[in-house]
C-alpha cells in the first residue's frame, strides 16, 4: 500500500498533509441532512417563463419539503431510501458522485401518464412527477422508491 501511495510521491503528500487526506482515506459516517442531499442534486427545468417551468417550480417547493419530511421521520421514505433509489448507493463516496445527480421532471403525457418518480442509477438521475398536491407528490413519491429495491424502477 506504501509502495503503491510512493509511486507518485502521494505518501509525502499525505505525511505533510494527514487532515487533508483524512476525509478520503478513512471512514465517516456522516448523517444524511435534507440540505445535504439537496445540493447533492442539480435541477433540470424547462425554459423561464413557459407553462411547464412554473409546474415545476411548484413541484421543486414539494422535492425540498419532501427531503425536509424524510428527514424528520414525516415520510415513509428515508434520505437513504431516496439516495439508494437516485444511485443504488447508500452513502456518498469520498470523491462525490460521477456523474453528478440531478432530477428531471416527469410532465403528464412524458412518460405515458407516469406519477411515480424513476431512478436511473446508472446516470445518477431521478424523474420526480408533476403533479397538482404536495399530498400526491408524497404519496408517489414513497410509493416508488419503496416498492422498487433494485433499479429504482416500479
Not at 500500500?1 to 510521491?9: A, I, R, S, Y
Not at 460521477?98 to 446508472?122: A, M
Not at 408533476?130 to 404519496?139: G, H, I, M, P, T
Request: aromatic share 12%; proline share 5%.
Amino acid at each position: 500500500f506504501k509502495d503503491g501511495f510512493n509511486t507518485l510521491g502521494v505518501l509525502d503528500c499525505v505525511r505533510k498533509n494527514p487532515n487533508s487526506f483524512k476525509e478520503v482515506l478513512m471512514y465517516h459516517n456522516i448523517k444524511h441532512t435534507a440540505e445535504s442531499i439537496a445540493i447533492l442534486f442539480s435541477v433540470k427545468v424547462s425554459e423561464e417563463g413557459t407553462n411547464k417551468r412554473n409546474q415545476e417550480n411548484e413541484v421543486l417547493s414539494y422535492w425540498r419539503d419532501y427531503l425536509v419530511d424524510a428527514e424528520e421521520s414525516s415520510s415513509e421514505a428515508s434520505l437513504t431510501d431516496i439516495l439508494i433509489f437516485a444511485t443504488g448507493a447508500d452513502k456518498v463516496p469520498p470523491l462525490g458522485f460521477f456523474p453528478k445527480l440531478s432530477v428531471k421532471f416527469i410532465h403528464n403525457g412524458d412518460i405515458g401518464k407516469q406519477k411515480l418518480p424513476l431512478g436511473n442509477t446508472c446516470a445518477n438521475l431521478l424523474y420526480i412527477p408533476v403533479v397538482n398536491s404536495y399530498e400526491l407528490f408524497k404519496s408517489s413519491m414513497d410509493f416508488g422508491i419503496l416498492n422498487s429495491p433494485g433499479f429504482g424502477q416500479v
